[in-house]
Structures are given as C-alpha cells and as structure tokens.
C-alpha cells in the first residue's frame, strides 16, 4: 500500500519543524568533503518543501543555520553561505509555482550581504503566496530569540509601556521571532541523533517528536509521510488523562 494513502488528511499537524542534520556525516560516508552533502540535501529540502504543501501543512519550518554553526570551519562556512544564495534564488520559481510564502527567523545582523539580499528578494517575490509558509532558521538559536524576547519586555517595562505583573505566556509569544505563527506540533529530526540543539524550545513544548535515523540528503517524501503517521498514530493529551480525552470526544 502507498504510504501517502495512509495518512489520516483530516489529521494534519498545521505546523511541522525540521531539523536537518547529517549533510556531513552523509558526505563523509560517501568519501566527499562536507559541502557536497549540503549540496545534496538541498533536494531533500525541495521534495519535503513539496510535499508539506501538497498535503496541507500550513507552515514549515526548517532549521538552515544556527548560531553555533559559526564555529565550523570557515570554509565550510563560506561555502554554505554561497550554496544559501544559489538555492534561494534558483528556488524562488519552485515557490512560486507551488504557491508557497518565505519567511525567515532569526539574527540576520551577521549574514553576509549577498545571502541577506537574496532573502529579502525571494522573501519579497513570495510574500502574495498563500498555499504554505517555508519560515528557514537562519543564524538562529532558541537562547538567543529568548534572551532577545526578554530584552525587548524589559524594555517596554522600564519605559512605563507594559505592567510586569500583566505579562503572560502569550506577552513572551508575542515578543518571539515566530509571533504571529502557531507552535510545532511535530518536530522531526534526521540522522539518529536525539537532541533539540537549542532549536524551537519554547514552541515545541507539547510538539511530538519524531527521530529518524535518515539522513538528511536521503530524505525523501516516503520518509517525511512516515513521520506524519508517526505523529498521528499518538495520543496527544496536554496534560489530561486518555480518559478525560475519551470524554471529551464523546
């Protein structure tokens, strides 16, 4: 049986989050330097890219760069900069076609000039399109949007703007990179690894997790629908019992 038949279309996570790893486990494996497997996970990102917005996931997001990726070397670095800029802009056609929006998250301060411009432009060129938002982390890290959500509150306290006994889970949402966005509900993550990697904490707090022993640039639609059954197979309780659960759907 197709696995795609299996899926429950009625039960669709609105928002799915990927960590992508093990581009250069993957590369080494295959007795080539790391880029080449980032290079090759770029078709993962398009087939999975695809696949979510055929479906109906309303938002992906995929985490592209972290702030502790800066300590790689830096000729990985520059190459993976220049790889963002090529696929962007090579991509911006796919989004359009299938009508899918690019945001971005994250500390762009520090992305080079070209990279930075190629968002903006691909961002700008998508932001009509209403099938799917693709939010890529850039330069991003969980610690670092908190510590900037928690600055920004501070500031808006000590400006006499906002009562710190009024400030809510929602007042910290809001003051996140992803305002506006619903949380994860599943979070899935490549190469066998089962870490978060300071990625999403806040949202993923009741996201299911789902941990492949894929690696990213083998990635593909089978595996992705796999994950989604994963996730639907599960209960989700949000604290409550499965018999309160049981009542609820009576």
């Known amino acids: 049986m197709d696995i795609r038949t299996q899926i429950d279309m009625t039960r669709l996570p609105r928002h799915v989050a990927i960590i992508m790893d093990g581009n250069g486990r993957w590369a080494k494996a295959h007795g080539q330097p790391r880029v080449f497997g980032h290079r090759n996970g770029v078709k993962s990102v398009r087939e999975v890219t695809e696949a979510a917005a055929e479906l109906g996931v309303q938002y992906l997001t995929l985490y ?4 502790e990726n800066w300590g790689r070397p830096a000729s990985e670095v520059n190459a993976l900069m220049r790889l963002l800029v090529q696929t962007i802009r090579k991509e911006i056609k796919t989004l359009q076609d299938n009508q899918i929006r690019l945001q971005t998250i994250g500390d762009h301060s520090r992305l080079p000039a070209k990279t930075a411009q190629a968002l903006l432009e ?3 060129a998508t932001r009509e399109n209403t099938r799917m938002t693709l939010i890529l982390a850039l330069n991003y ?26 400030i809510t889970e929602q007042t910290i949402a809001e003051h996140l990179n992803t305002a506006g966005l619903p949380d994860p509900e599943l979070l899935i993550r490549t190469s066998g690894e089962t870490r978060i990697s300071n990625f999403l904490l806040w ?43 049981s009542t609820q759907n009576v």
């Open 122 to 124: 691909a961002i700008e």
């Open 141 to 166: 890290s969980a610690k670092w949007e908190l510590t900037e959500a928690t600055r920004r509150i501070a500031r808006k306290v000590s400006s006499g703007h906002l009562d710190p006994d009024q």
């Open 203 to 245: 949202q993923i707090a009741y996201a299911e997790l789902v941990f492949t022993p894929v690696m990213w640039p083998d990635f593909r639609r089978p595996d992705f629908y796999q994950a989604l059954l994963d996730f639907q197979h599960r209960e989700r309780r949000f604290g409550k019992t499965s018999d309160q659960l």
């Open 64 to 67: 592209a760069f972290s702030t």
